[in-house]
């Protein structure tokens, strides 16, 4: 499975939330600042824990943060 | 650019500096013809020397790139290893045990065949520095790249 399938609304997510930085979503979750930056640009695709703490940050369901397009 | 991608790039100079030092020095002898006379005594002491120095400054510069980033991303240094750092580590690891691997393998048959014990053994561990130097620049593309 390659991480160009998953494509997420992160970016967006954070503008909602009041231009939430990336440095704060990752001290909400527990990761560094580049991970998220590496999630958000498609390159890294997290852990379904990690995923599921992004999206109750945000307090929405899981796919509207991520989005599984079948190839 | 993390706190933990700095150290990888330090890890990666001090280690070509360090051990590229003891290269040019064993390739000195080589090039003297004293490979056959070699007091292996020195070489391990000069090798042991080279590794405690090797150790002091990652120590030194792990502490200079700590204050620096407590002074300008105090975040970046407290945050501990996630995920993606500890896969990107690993996946960093299975290559430098691919180097190490093949590279010990080679060497085993080379010393079968007669290899002079001045070049099987040094470059033995030219292998083992090899493996940790891959690894450490794997864990730096891996850091470029995303994951």
Not at chain 1, 35 to 51: C, H, M, R
Not at chain 2, 67 to 94: H, I, Q, S, W, Y
Not at chain 2, 128 to 133: A, F, G, P, T
Request: with cysteine; proline share 1%; hydrophobic share 55%.
């Amino acid at each position: 499975m390659s991480g160009e399938e998953i494509s997420n609304a992160i970016r967006r997510l954070r503008f909602e939330h009041g231009e939430m930085t990336q440095a704060d979503l990752a001290a909400k979750i527990g990761v560094t600042r580049q991970t998220i930056n590496a999630i958000e640009q498609g390159k890294y695709s997290p852990s379904l824990e990690a995923a599921f703490r992004i999206a109750a940050v945000f307090g929405v369901p899981l796919e509207q943060v991520f989005q599984y397009k079948k190839k | 650019v993390s706190f933990r991608e700095k150290m990888a790039w330090v890890s990666l100079t001090l280690l070509l500096l360090i051990y590229g030092y003891y290269a040019w020095t064993l390739y000195g002898m080589a090039q003297a013809g004293r490979t056959a006379t070699l007091d292996y005594v020195w070489l391990l002491a000069l090798l042991a020397l080279l590794v405690l120095l090797l150790i002091v400054l990652q120590v030194v510069f792990s502490v200079v790139i700590a204050v620096v980033t407590a002074m300008f991303m105090p975040a970046d240094l407290k945050a501990r290893e996630d995920e993606r750092e500890k896969l990107m580590a690993l996946k960093a690891t299975r290559y430098g045990y691919v180097v190490l691997v093949s590279g010990a393998l080679a060497i085993c048959l080379w010393i079968i065949y007669g290899g002079q014990e001045f070049y099987t053994a040094n470059s033995l561990f030219l292998v083992v520095v090899l493996s940790e130097m891959t690894r450490s620049a794997v864990q730096i593309v891996y850091f470029r790249k995303g994951a």
